[in-house]
């Protein structure tokens, strides 16, 4: 044998160890080890890992730095050495700073590896023994038991009420159960009763299995290829960024080529003189700090989301999420909080009731008519807590330091237990001795329990209603035992109806007196029914919230899940994904029948309905990709396997920090700490702001930028001397520019992001909106400059510069207030509002002082001291850029 088996769960146990050329007592070592050299280790390779050296370079690929290279070098052979060292430190750091960044993130998702499965139980040489799980081989009898992780594909040769976990590979948020029967050839991955899956794990039984698929041969495997086919895309963001600096490029080069043409055929300057005076105009229109200031914006947006539990893995993602039109989530521990509730219990005679308290915090009450009622005296619901607390195997780990509590079980066993410790029961303070226990079986779809009280001994029983109806006789009500009259059936199965429409599972609890020390799984019958529950996964109590902000906010939300489509549609509507709508309207599809329709058909369905269940990870892919032919740009949550490659071929993979796996999380750009519906939301508007924040400081930069080109073209033109040299603009760049853009870009939100539409995914960061604030901005600061020049250069041509010098730099300083909100006055959001704005204002009038008035920094950039009166002329002169900007916004509100 020496090829896999391509549908182990097609044939007969014995067809299937004779293919894989084995028997129930498992290989001989030498015979694994032989399987082993032919198959490989049962391990899934590793995408290489970014080097250093790649991330280093990577920092260099900008049209931005490639200028500003070029400029230092023409600088270095024109002998202008101060000028030199100052662009390729500015170089260096920019790239230091996107360097940081980006190790860090990838430090933190590589620390977030864990869940990997070391070692597997099997039978070799016939004997049970413990292995390394990368050295399983097709053929190996694996044994596995109830809390094992299950380390490899395989067919069951052998079970007892075996249930497993397959959250993460299929979707479905119950234990499923299984058998060693035969599953019909067609059937789905989460259909396929007879196998188990690499990666899920067992949450109830006995089993042994027979590895049938190893390595990338196995269900998360081929995920993993399909990983691997998905191209590494460029970022929304990076698109944007590449454009913006492109178009800098050009209006770099081109004021520098037309002031070189103008200066030495027009002018007649020499050829030396001409192009220092070049290199000044190539240094003014390039954003020197633009760079670092998109890094650091992001790196703020990146914080500030970690502070409302997003983890941001890739840095652009922060600025792609504001621009995100439709939202694909997983269901299960994403919208809900996937820990099993029982929210009803209905006793017949009795008024339904209530119980509050949602997942395994043991607290709650019980109310009738919503009023809390006392529970002591009704001996009936308290016969049901005792049976929900005794026939039960499940447990809890408290932890005291987070006050959280973590299910060791089976989930429906879990939610009944908190029941139980919601009424005041506990199993061990019951003075029960067990006598027997049968765990839970799909076959007969009940477990129980045989109990001594005393000397009184007593079955319980928990399972499916119509099955614990079908076997019962008698009915337990406040008024005490009496026979189950058809009545009551006919009551109860119409609260079961009920309840399951509401995606409820139903457990019916019952009893019978009994005199032998063993459960006779014949005699379980002549029960007392006493009731039933109904518990679900609930919806997050701030999920509807947050899908109605995404409404607000004009963004789809679309649950994509595993699960039944039932349970789909409960929770779509409890989180108003969907609205109450007709039962002749279609609100939900399965992927069976998203296989039925056509081309045009499957784009009207996935236009229409926001509610897709029972998907495998290719039809997730499937319609991630529909939607971004429909010019959507998507968000994608998830926490599975099955997830992983819709993850990474969404714009933006948000995948969860505590249920999710490790492949999810290395398909992310995002990882949520709180696996949280809400947290994304607010992500979203986090990368909202920073889209906009990184709109602001890239345009406050470029004002002054073209201000000073346009400043060196007037001048040459107008015959005057070059009003700044080179190093003096990289001061203004740099400096004065620099400690105020750093500050811009911790502007907050102010309130109403949320309740605008998404900005198209083609939208440049330089757009017409900002071309008002440009033309303004750039007609008072040239035209200021050109003023301060012609008057101060007839003193002396660096007093010529230092009027210029000031100018400019007082109205970037007072542009910093126009920035903060290109549409609200600043004095609606408040003057003082960001104290870090301030801060660096206050810094920056500091270092123009110094620089123009300190002897020796005035004369290393060739300043002349001005008197205070002309620094508060020019100071009043420089704030006509905030009072115009401020009457521009009250007429363009006004309109």
């Known amino acids: 044998m020496e090829k896999y088996l391509k549908y182990p769960h097609s044939l007969k146990v014995t067809e299937v160890l004779n293919e894989l050329q084995t028997n129930s ?62 662009i390729i430190a500015v170089v260096f750091i920019n790239a230091g700073i996107g360097f940081i960044q980006e190790y860090r993130a990838d430090k933190a998702i590589a620390s977030l590896r864990k869940m990997i499965v070391k070692t597997a139980k099997l039978l070799r040489n016939g004997k049970v023994t413990t292995e390394p799980s990368v050295k399983l081989v097709p053929g190996d009898i694996l044994v596995l038991e109830e809390g094992d992780r299950i380390p490899a594909d395989g067919r069951i040769v052998y079970s007892k009420n075996l249930r497993t976990m397959e959250a993460s590979l299929t979707g479905e948020s119950l234990p499923v159960s299984k058998n060693e029967g035969i599953s019909l050839k067609e059937l789905s991955q989460a259909d396929r009763k007879n196998m188990v899956w690499k990666g899920t794990f067992v949450a109830a039984g006995y089993a042994k299995v027979v590895v049938t698929g190893t390595g990338i041969h196995t269900a998360i495997g081929k995920i993993s290829e399909t990983l691997a086919g998905i191209k590494v895309k460029q970022t929304n963001f990076m698109k944007k960024t590449d454009v913006l600096a492109k178009q800098m490029s050009v209006i770099a080069i081109s004021s520098a080529l037309i002031i070189f043409l103008i200066g030495y055929f027009y002018r007649h300057f020499n050829l030396q003189e001409i192009l220092l ?199 337990l009500t406040y008024k005490g035992v009496s026979k189950l009259q058809k009545s009551d059936k006919e009551q109860i199965k119409k609260k079961i109806r009920e309840w399951s429409d509401q995606a409820m599972r139903v457990i019916a609890l019952a009893y019978k007196k009994q005199n032998i020390n063993k459960i006779d799984e014949k005699a379980i019958d002549n029960l007392v029914i006493v009731g039933i529950t109904g518990m679900i996964d609930p919806p997050r109590p701030d999920a509807k919230a947050a899908v109605e902000k995404c409404k607000q906010a004009g963004i789809r939300v679309i649950m994509v899940t595993g699960d039944h489509v039932n349970t789909a549609v409960a929770i779509a509507k409890a989180t108003g994904i969907i609205e109450d709508t007709p039962t002749n309207n279609v609100v939900a599809l399965t992927e069976q029948q998203l296989l ?39 968000a994608m949550t998830g926490d599975g396997v099955n997830d992983a490659p819709a993850l990474k071929q969404a714009d933006v993979g948000i995948s969860m920090g505590i249920m999710g796996t490790d492949v999810a999380r290395d398909s992310s750009d995002l990882v949520l700490a709180d696996d949280n519906f809400a947290s994304v939301v607010n992500a979203v508007e986090e990368g909202r702001i920073v889209f906009t924040n990184s ?78 604030f440009l033309f303004i901005n750039i007609v008072l600061m ?35 207030f126009n920035l903060r909100n290109i549409h609200k006055s600043v004095f609606e959001i408040g003057v003082f509002s960001n104290k870090y704005i301030n801060l660096s204002i206050g810094v920056s009038v500091l270092l123009l002082i110094m620089v123009t008035e300190v002897p020796i920094l005035a004369t290393l950039f060739h300043f002349k001291s001005l008197y205070i009166v002309d620094l508060f002329i020019l100071f009043v002169l420089s704030s006509l850029v905030l009072w115009t900007a401020e009457l521009y916004k009250y007429l363009h509100k006004k309109k």
Do not use: C
Request: hydrophobic share 45%; aromatic share 8%.
């Open 596 to 634: 039925q329709l056509d081309k045009v058909e499957f784009d009207k369905a996935i236009r229409n309905i926001s509610v897709f269940a029972r998907l495998t990870p290719k039809m997730k892919l499937k319609i991630a990709k529909h939607l971004q032919s429909m010019e959507h740009l998507i």
């Open 25 to 86: 007592n498992g290989l001989t070592s030498k015979e694994a080890q032989r399987r082993l050299t032919l198959y490989g280790p049962n391990e899934i390779p590793e995408g290489r890992s970014v080097s250093i050296f790649y991330l280093i370079f990577k920092q260099f690929k900008s049209w931005l730095v490639i200028i500003l290279i070029i400029a230092a070098v023409i600088s270095w052979f024109a002998n202008h050495v101060l000028d030199t060292w100052v």
């Open 277 to 475: 005076i070049s290199i000044a105009a190539l240094v003014a229109a390039v954003p020197e700090g633009l760079p670092a200031v998109i890094s650091i914006v992001l790196a703020i947006g990146a914080y500030r989301m970690a502070k409302r539990n997003a983890i941001v893995s890739e840095f652009t993602a922060t600025e792609t999420l504001g621009a995100v039109t439709a939202i694909l989530t997983d269901k299960t521990g994403t919208l809900t909080k996937n820990m099993l509730t029982v929210r009803n219990i209905f006793i017949p005679g009795s008024k339904d009731y209530s119980i509050t308290g949602v997942g395994w915090f043991p607290i709650g009450n019980f109310l009738q008519n919503k009023a809390i009622i006392g529970i002591e005296k009704d001996k009936s619901l308290q016969k049901l807590l005792k049976i929900a607390a005794a026939s039960n195997n499940s447990e809890f780990r408290h932890d005291k330091q987070s006050d959280t509590y973590e299910l060791i079980g089976d989930p429906t066993e879990g939610a009944l237990s908190v029941l139980a410790r919601k009424g005041g029961v506990k199993s061990k303070f019951l003075h029960l001795d067990k006598l027997d226990d049968l765990p839970f079986d799909s076959t007969n779809k009940y477990r129980a329990t045989l109990i001594k009280e005393g000397e009184n001994i007593e079955l319980f029983v928990t399972g499916a209603p119509e099955i614990i109806l079908e076997r019962s006789i008698s009915i």
């Open 782 to 816: 040239v035209g200021l400059s050109i003023a301060a020049f012609y008057y101060y250069n007839s003193y002396s041509i660096e007093k010529g510069r230092t009027g210029v010098f000031i100018i400019m730099a007082f109205t970037q300083l007072f542009n910093v």
């Open 695 to 772: 709109r602001q400081t890239s345009f406050f930069l470029v004002t002054t930028n073209i201000a000073e080109s346009f400043t060196l073209l007037i001048s040459i033109l107008l015959g005057l001397p070059m009003p700044l040299t080179a190093t003096q603009i990289l001061w203004l760049n740099l400096v004065t520019d620099g400690v105020t853009v750093m500050a811009l870009a911790t502007e907050p939100g102010h309130g109403d992001i949320m309740k605008s539409k998404p900005m198209s995914k083609n939208e440049n960061i330089l757009n017409k909106e900002v071309l008002p």
